[in-house]
């Protein structure tokens, strides 16, 4: 029975579900009649053709009543309500709704129990295009008013201000009077009034005004103009593939660029560069300034950088050939005359002179003689060395040196190349044992006065010195004043020729000077003479000697004095500081550990690889929040200290135990410091609040350390004043013993 109740059921179900969709089917068909309907009732009244489908449309459905559901009597309506008004009146859904109108049963689908009823005017539109509301008409004038402070998206674009613009330009007051032009192609429906005449139709759009960026025309580069296309082409591959550059600073496409750019050229066809500012904001003024101080051809260009091409007729072999060959000539020419040459020289051309077969001793051999400007230094500033040291990093070698002493030949040889050139290179020999370039460079130095640059066990480096004379130039400096000094001879023996023929009586009874005279030191003689008479050679110095000891007394009392005061300045701070720290008494309630536990703690504290390294800053509150974060994750800790006194090392453990509040196991002698070994407790629980408010901080700490080492070290300097003054006292006692014995 159970199943079978079950089926029928199912069956009513189902047979409501098809009759259901069957209603729905039905009702879409007539929907479509009606629009059909409507449709050809627009057609029947051509004055309202266009503006019906502006107007709501019907709500369809297939359970309206037969009145409102009949398409005849729809059209009848229509067309006796027509003749006075343009526009269709529409049954309203409202006429359906009066108590007295027969509810529509709508067939439900199977999961609803029971039927539905519904007013006809609460149906669903079960049309595909539901009417939409219309909205009312605005005037010209509204619409201008409107777009002037209605909200604008993108206020900002081109766009946005063209809407602006055309808003502008129709609002009322800038409106003009002109003769109204009417289009064949426009017509107007329905009324023909001149405000609807006026109206624009909705398919009827604006024309868009449109404003394109204008591009900038692309300049055609000298490359573009002179190369093929294929070799532009490969150029511009290979130069987006470059990652090594010229660096272009604010100074510009100077000298050192243009060197840089060539010597590139010398392993490449191709030269990057790549400009800082102000140049980097105009490129096409570096590819110009580029393009002519370099004499390439700018093929590619990407941001703030160029590529320069050096061209296709550029030889690089040929001139660095030529310029490595003037090099060597010249250097040949340097070194011509001073010696043998060095033939197994293992650095490039020229080759050096063998200063080991110079002669040892050359006689008659002297320093040069050396006259520095008036009014100037011989000494060299830190500029000018470090320019000389520049300098001779890229001059050839001009000697190679193997022996320590007898250096008379060498020094005869470069005083010789001075004359051509202001420094001296001096290579050291490889493989010569016991060779000592300190005491070359002492040597070539002794031997001809010149100034070292540099010394090291590769290269000695001598400059001549600004106060340097060629041979030549001494020579007419020494001829110059050889003649002076005969010229002076000649004026004073003449002078004395004049003197000796003029006779004059000095009467030294006349009023004038007595410096320098007899008469002043005979004036001496007695005022001052009874003074000296008595004294002798040892009491003249032994007043001299307590006389120094006073002075040197009253120094070092001044300076003792200084460092007393600066202890108690010292001392004042120190105390100020100590004030803030009160330290932490220990627990008289504490665990007790057996001696196994003892050694059981220790050994697994001189296992342990972390520890904490305790400072110069002592005890602070840092290192008791060090000591609780080891603590979480192990029970033991191990605090290295480098304190030297075990004394102070036996203070530090203690302090750390009262302030963390753990039990000290054992204090461990390492190879360097002391190892304290603290163990948390059986009861121990995480501290809320780490830092300690009794402690110092760890600037604080740091300042206490630093005064007390300066006290320590004033009190030390102080100790020395204190003694240097009591030897001086008791040497000034025996001083004044001495004078009263020699005075008795």
């Known amino acids: 029975m159970v199943s079978s109740t079950r089926d029928i059921s199912s069956v009513h179900h189902q047979s409501n579900w098809c009759n259901w969709k069957r209603v729905s089917a039905a009702g879409l068909v007539i929907g479509s009649l009606t629009k059909i309907s409507i449709l050809l009732q627009m057609q029947c009244n051509s004055s309202t053709t266009l503006f019906s489908f502006f107007l709501p449309r019907l709500p369809t459905s ?3 009543s037969s009145s409102s559901s009949n398409p005849k009597s729809f059209t009848n309506c229509s067309q006796s309500t027509n003749h006075n008004n343009p526009h269709p009146i529409l049954p309203s859904p409202d006429s359906h709704s009066h108590p007295n109108a027969a509810t529509a049963r709508i067939p439900t689908p199977p999961w609803v129990k029971g039927p539905l009823r519904l007013q006809p005017h609460e149906l669903a539109n079960l049309s595909n295009n539901p009417p939409k509301p219309r909205k009312p008409l605005e005037s010209a004038e509204e619409k201008a008013d409107k777009a002037l402070t209605a909200k604008e998206s993108g206020v900002r674009g081109k766009k946005a201000m063209s809407k602006i613009v055309r808003s502008i330009e129709t609002l009322p007051g800038n409106q003009q009077q002109s003769p109204v032009v009417v289009d064949s192609s426009s017509f107007s429906l329905g009324s023909s009034d001149s405000d609807d005449a006026n109206k624009k139709l909705p398919w009827v759009r604006e024309e868009k005004v449109v404003r394109y960026r204008l591009k900038k025309d692309k300049v055609v580069t000298q490359a573009e103009l002179v190369l093929d296309q294929d070799l532009l082409e490969r150029l511009r591959a290979e130069a987006a593939r470059m990652r090594i550059w010229v660096k272009v600073k604010k100074l510009g496409v100077t000298q050192r660029v243009v060197d840089e750019i060539k010597s590139a050229w010398e392993t490449n066809e191709l030269a990057m560069a790549k400009f800082d500012l102000p140049l980097c904001r105009n490129m096409d003024r570096a590819r110009e300034i580029v393009e002519l101080k370099t004499g390439g051809l700018v093929v590619w260009t990407w941001k703030d950088s160029l590529v320069v091409y050096r061209g ?21 020419r340097l070194l011509e005359g001073l010696g043998p040459r060095f033939v197994d020289w293992w650095m490039p051309k020229p080759l050096p002179v063998d200063a080991d077969l110079l002669p040892e001793v050359v006689p008659g051999y002297m320093p040069p003689s050396r006259r520095w400007p008036p009014y100037g230094r011989p000494q060299l500033k830190d500029t000018e060395l470090t320019s000389l040291r520049k300098l001779a990093r890229i001059l050839p070698t001009h000697f190679v040196l193997g022996r320590n002493r007898r250096l008379q ?4 040889a470069i005083l010789k190349l001075w004359q051509n050139s202001n420094i001296a290179k001096i290579a050291i020999k490889w493989g010569v044992p016991n060779t000592d370039n300190e005491q070359m460079a002492n040597e070539l130095k002794r031997l001809t006065g010149g100034v070292l640059l540099l010394r090291n066990k590769f290269f000695i480096i001598l400059y001549r010195g600004k106060d340097y004379l060629p041979s030549e130039v001494a020579t ?12 002076h001879l000649d004026e004073e023996s003449s002078r004395k020729k004049a003197a000796d023929s003029v006779h004059i009586v000095v009467d030294p009874s006349l009023n004038s000077s007595k410096t320098g005279t007899l008469y002043e030191f005979w004036d001496i003689q007695n005022k001052f003479g009874g003074l000296v008479k008595g004294k002798k050679e040892n009491e003249l110095q032994l007043e001299a000697e307590k006389a120094n000891l006073e002075r040197e007394l009253r120094i070092q009392e001044r300076k003792l004095f200084i460092l007393e005061m600066k202890i108690e300045n010292s001392m004042r701070e120190l105390t100020k500081l100590n004030s803030e720290w009160v330290p932490t008494e ?21 296992k342990l690889r972390s520890s904490l390294v305790l400072g110069r800053r ?30 102070q090392v036996i203070y530090t453990a203690k302090s750390l135990e009262a302030e963390s509040g753990g039990i000290l196991v054992s204090v461990e002698k390492l190879s360097k410091g002391h190892a304290i070994i603290l163990y948390r407790g059986k009861n121990y629980r995480r501290p809320q609040k780490f830092h300690s408010e009794n402690l110092l901080t760890k600037r604080e700490a740091l300042q206490r350390s630093i005064l007390m080492q300066r006290i320590g070290s004033l009190k030390f300097f102080a100790h020395q004043r204190r003694q240097a003054i009591t030897n001086m006292r008791s040497e000034l006692e025996q001083l004044q013993k001495s004078e009263e014995r020699n005075g008795i």
Request: glycine share 6%; net charge negative.
């Open 62 to 64: 297939p359970f309206i």
């Open 312 to 332: 296709c007729n550029y030889e690089v072999a040929k001139n660095s050939g030529i310029s490595n060959m003037v090099d060597d000539r010249e250097g040949d």
């Open 409 to 412: 030949g060498l020094a005869f």
């Open 476 to 487: 007419l400096v020494s001829e110059r004043e050889t003649e002076i000094r005969r010229c």
């Open 586 to 606: 220990n627990d008289a309630d504490r665990e007790i550990l057996t001696d196994e536990e003892r050694e059981c703690f220790r050994k697994i504290a001189q």
């Open 618 to 647: 002592g005890v602070f509150d840092g290192v008791v929040e060090g000591l609780y974060q080891h603590w979480k994750h192990r029970e033991v800790v191990k605090v290295i200290t480098m304190q030297r006194t075990f004394t």
